[in-house]
């Protein structure tokens, strides 16, 4: 079988290309396992890369055995941007997952949140930094495998108010171009009681960097490289409830 394979980030740029397309003849089902074997034999200087990387299959993790069929959506997804280590009615009427190329709104994403019953509002705010250990960042450039973006958005919220009784959680994200000083992320949450409130946006920021396939790439006076997960070997398919998931 003939199968285009999406690649993003720096693997894209190893790769050539946002698109790869392999052909499968072996008699062998094909799994992610022997997919990542195969690209690493046709683009060995993208092997240590595909080693850290999962594959995605119709807009969901796999493991390494899973089966992969003709006319599956096929990912390969390196690790999540990372940092430094330091619903119910309402979701049904808005959406409380968004990806967009706009200034994005601390306020209107707040307002999502909002609720009567509900005494506990945060808004975690990521802007860009111009200085990072002695280096001067001149911008940053935010990538998406854009249709699994918002379905991990949209888990991580189900995940929240499920942990939390009834917590709601609304995920901004910007790509493209986002300057120094501006936002890149807006995460807004609200809960009957503060303590939920506070342990839930930090759970959904975490979570983001842990499952959500956006990638970014920090540009200097002198150069540019990808930002991959920085906080030890990255598995989008633990259980965020141990204690290393996240």
Request: charge should be negative.
């Amino acid at each position: 079988m003939k199968l285009d394979i999406h690649v993003f980030a720096g693997l894209a740029e190893q790769f050539g290309g946002a698109i790869v397309q392999i052909e499968w003849e072996a008699s062998t089902a094909l799994t992610p396992r022997l997919l990542k074997q195969q690209l690493s034999r046709q683009y060995p200087q993208a092997a240590s890369a595909l080693e850290q990387a999962f594959v995605a299959i119709n807009q969901s993790y796999a493991d390494d055995d899973s089966v992969i069929q003709p006319g599956d959506e096929v990912a390969i997804i390196p690790p999540v941007s990372g940092g430094q280590p330091d619903m119910a009615e309402l979701a049904d009427t808005v959406e409380m997952a968004v990806i967009t190329h706009a200034p994005i709104s601390v306020e209107a994403v707040t307002a999502k949140v909002i609720h009567p019953n509900h005494g506990a509002a945060l808004s975690f705010i990521g802007t860009t930094r111009e200085w990072t250990h002695g280096q001067r960042t001149v911008l940053l450039e935010y990538e998406a495998y854009e249709p699994m973006a918002i379905k991990m958005m949209r888990q991580i919220s189900e995940e929240i108010h499920a942990r939390w009784d009834g917590t709601l959680c609304a995920i901004t994200h910007r790509l493209g171009q986002v300057d120094i000083g501006e936002i890149s992320v807006v995460i807004a949450v609200s809960a009957p009681h503060r303590d939920a409130a506070y342990e839930a946006s930090r759970y959904a920021i975490e979570r983001l960097k842990q499952i959500v396939p956006i990638w970014k790439k920090e540009v200097w006076e002198d150069g540019s490289t990808w930002k991959g997960h920085q906080q030890g070997p990255w598995n989008p398919l633990l259980d965020p409830a141990q204690p290393d998931a996240m």
